[in-house]
């Protein structure tokens, strides 16, 4: 028997030449592909730390940016629309009953400051170890901790309904187009992001307005959790304040006036 280590059958290899082997290829190829994948990575990375996203800017961080950037337009939105009064309220032909209509359609509107006594609601998140306060209740899911959209919009349409002549929420006046949206536990108000607390402040009768807020299904149902669970409520007669005028735009871009 042959001791060669040719495969039987295929005979012996000439002499003074190698047999090909599969095996070095495939290293050959693995340090290859290796050194590919470490190019990659160091192109990409440019000296910064690929493990993490800190490199990168956060979805927060830009809703934050942009939540101020509009803060700072609202600004100057309301100083241009100061402005604008002003060289309207200078003599122009127009008779002082136009002038009284359009300064109470401006009231009614929100764009002017309001002055009067006010109630003031506060809501805030539970705590986050919070437990059943009472027997009979499920220990707490997150979900239950944390305030709702449907919490905020209760609060300010008991106001209105309790014959609120304005209502702030936050630092801003809600006018007829004012969305109180959340996303996950922010608030969401014309283009500016809040988180809790949340100061909702309303101008009108403080008693009218308090058994408004009592009188609600959705807030009865809100304070089972504020006894249960903990959830902040707080409401408060403020004297009398000034709400601010609406300062954004007002242009109405889908409605239709009522005829």
Not at 162 to 186: E, F, H, P, W, Y
Not at 228 to 245: F, N, R, S
Request: with cysteine; hydrophobic share 35%.
């Amino acid at each position: 028997m042959s001791n060669s280590a040719d495969s039987p059958g295929t005979g012996s290899s000439p002499a003074g030449t190698r047999r090909f082997r599969p095996v070095r290829v495939l290293t050959a190829a693995v340090f290859a592909l290796a050194g590919l994948i470490f190019f990659t990575s160091f192109n990409t990375a440019k000296g910064t730390n690929i493990r993490t996203d800190t490199s990168l800017l956060k979805l927060s961080d830009l809703i934050q940016e942009r939540s101020h950037k509009n803060a700072s337009l609202d600004e100057s939105n309301g100083a241009l629309r100061d402005d604008v009064d002003g060289l309207a309220g200078r003599e122009n032909g127009g008779t002082k009953a136009e002038a009284d209509r359009l300064a109470a359609l401006e009231k009614n509107a929100g764009t002017q400051k309001l002055k009067g006594e006010a109630v003031t609601v506060t809501l805030n998140d539970a705590p986050p170890n919070a437990t059943a306060k009472l027997p009979g209740y499920p220990e707490p899911q997150p979900d239950y901790l944390v305030i709702h959209q449907q919490d905020l919009q209760a609060v300010v349409n008991a106001l209105w309904q309790g014959g609120a002549q304005g209502i702030k929420v936050m630092d801003q006046r809600l006018i007829s187009t004012s969305a109180v949206r959340c996303v996950g536990n922010t608030l969401i108000l014309q283009g500016r992001v809040y988180s809790p607390p949340y100061k909702i402040t309303a101008v009108g009768d403080p008693q009218k307005l308090q058994k408004a807020l009592a009188a609600s299904p959705a807030i009865q149902n809100y304070m089972v959790y504020v006894n249960v669970y903990g959830l902040g409520w707080k409401v408060e007669e403020e004297g009398t304040v000034t709400l601010p005028g609406y300062s954004g735009t007002v242009d109405l871009h889908y409605a239709k006036p009522v005829e």
